[in-house]
């Protein structure tokens, strides 16, 4: 019972990492009926800033901070450059445009780089709480990740900037009647996302180490996090996220041997496709014609 | 009086074809002009280019500045409020967001504007949290005329306000619609298929065939016409 809860704690604190790059693609998909496959590349990117500027000196959390700050430029840059000139594309060239851009991420981390392992600190300390049932730093990386969350959706909720981007992503057209510059809604969502998947990558590269293809699993379970929420909920994704998380700690300890968890991943987006293809929160918007 | 708008020699596109032909509209100041013609005329289009939806040509002067360069979002926050058609309510969005967001280039007034709109549609305030998608034809017709207005708009553009309601729920939209162009001092550019009540509200008329102006003038008169009773009124 107390190895089972252990598990169950510790999935938690993978699950809100995946909850994270899902929401961030959620935001995307919301946004722009586009899903980003550099997600995961870019916050490996944004990782290694953070890498470096702690490796420059720097304090931890204030690294962390010009990180988010970076990665959220760089988001909103990548958006002006690289999505807006295939915005009325089809859909195939702007999911090309998004694995191109997971390609040259990770080619340019490996260039300047290298493919070489890295550790990566952890500002948190590792020690048993709770009668050994979590880490301290598994319950700092599930506090950080539901800070950010809050945050998140209370400036959705409560700011009139937020209020616009979710009006933007549903109706541009009446949207920029109000006087709202579209153009730039999506690229704030795009800064937003690079920032929340900043977050993810910095506190899941303590355990997984910093390498240019540390993402990878990372973006598949949070693929089907994303979808087992209904790929339009943000709330959805979060929930799907973490019951990802848990599934896949708890699979690969009691069923399968743990190199095969990701196979967990594969096998619930695909049932997931199959049987629910709105997933747990697929949007129920009320409409009357 | 002097117009608010003017529409000059304006030519509005879909994609590669022209719809509209060099169309010459004005609006008076405090003044109803109303867009009269058959299912695919260009009044729609006419209305879209006034606020760079579509691709257009020519000169749009409102309130003394050129319009014809501008984005809609400058548009909306230069006082042209639009009621597209099909409404263009944010249906997942309750109620209250939906005006919070007409009133988006307005933050500061915010509060007052989402009363004073809670004042002349007393149904939205009771409606005020839920999703506006929920909200019945005539209601969401509201929503959607009280969201173009809490922008404070000099001009408003109402697309086919009538469509797919009641009559009598009609009647009484066009009954708001009349005092708040009295209280809020706010032109109006109606497109209207019922030709008898819009020509009955409004001060002056143009009929448009084909993306053409065929007939214009005094509403009165244009409702005097025979043609234009025999065509468009059916008596």
Known sequence: ???????????????????????????????????????????????????????????????????????????????????????????????????????????????????????????????????????????GVIGVTLLMLVLLFAFFRYTPIGLAMRAAAQNPASARLCGIRVGRMLAIGWGLAAMIGATAGVMVAPVLFLDPNMMGGVLIYAFAGALLGGITSPIGAVVGGLIVGVTENLVGTYLIASQLKLTVAFALIILVLVFRPNGLFGTAIVRRV | MAPILELRALRAF???????????????????????????????????????????????????????????????????????????????????????????????????????????????????????????????????????????????????????????????????VERIRREEHVSVLLVEQNASLALELADHAYLIETGYVVASGSAKSLANDPQIRRSYLGY
């Open chain 1, 1 to 139: 019972m107390h190895q089972f809860l252990q598990q169950i704690f510790s999935g938690l604190a993978a699950g809100s990492i995946y909850a994270s790059l899902a929401l961030a693609l959620v935001m995307i998909y919301r946004a722009t009926d586009l899903v980003n496959f550099a997600q995961g590349e870019m916050a490996m990117f944004s990782t290694y800033i953070a890498w470096t500027l702690v490796n420059a000196g720097l304090p931890f959390w204030l690294a962390f901070l010009i990180t988010l700050a970076a990665s959220f430029v760089g988001g909103m840059i990548i958006e002006r450059v690289v999505i807006r000139p295939v915005e009325n594309a089809p859909v195939l060239a702007a999911v090309v445009v998004t694995i191109g851009l997971l390609l040259i991420f990770n080619s340019v981390a490996g260039w300047i780089y290298s493919y070489t392992v890295q550790d990566f600190p952890s500002p948190f300390p590792d020690r048993p709480v709770f009668g050994a049932l979590m880490t301290t730093r598994d319950l």
């Open chain 2, 14 to 176: 879909y994609g590669q074809s022209e719809v509209v032909h060099g169309i010459d509209v004005a609006v008076e100041e405090g003044g109803m002009t109303v867009l009269l013609g058959a299912n695919g005329a260009g009044k729609t289009t006419t209305l879209r280019a006034l606020c760079g939806m579509v691709r257009r040509d020519g000169q749009i002067l409102f309130a003394g500045k050129e319009l014809h360069r501008r984005s809609t979002e400058e548009i909306a926050s230069l006082g042209v409020g639009h009621v597209p058609e099909g409404r263009g309510t944010f249906v997942g969005l309750t109620v209250e967001e939906n005006l919070r967001l007409g009133g988006y280039t307005k933050q500061r007034q915010l509060p007052e504007s989402v009363e004073r709109m809670y004042g002349y549609f007393p149904i939205l305030a009771q409606r005020r949290r839920q999703q506006a998608g929920a909200l019945s034809g005539g209601e969401q017709q509201m929503l959607a005329i009280a969201r173009a207005l809490m922008m404070a708009p000099r001009l408003l553009v109402l697309d086919e306000p009538s469509f797919g309601l009641a009559p009598r729920v009609v009647e009484s939209i066009f009954a708001i």
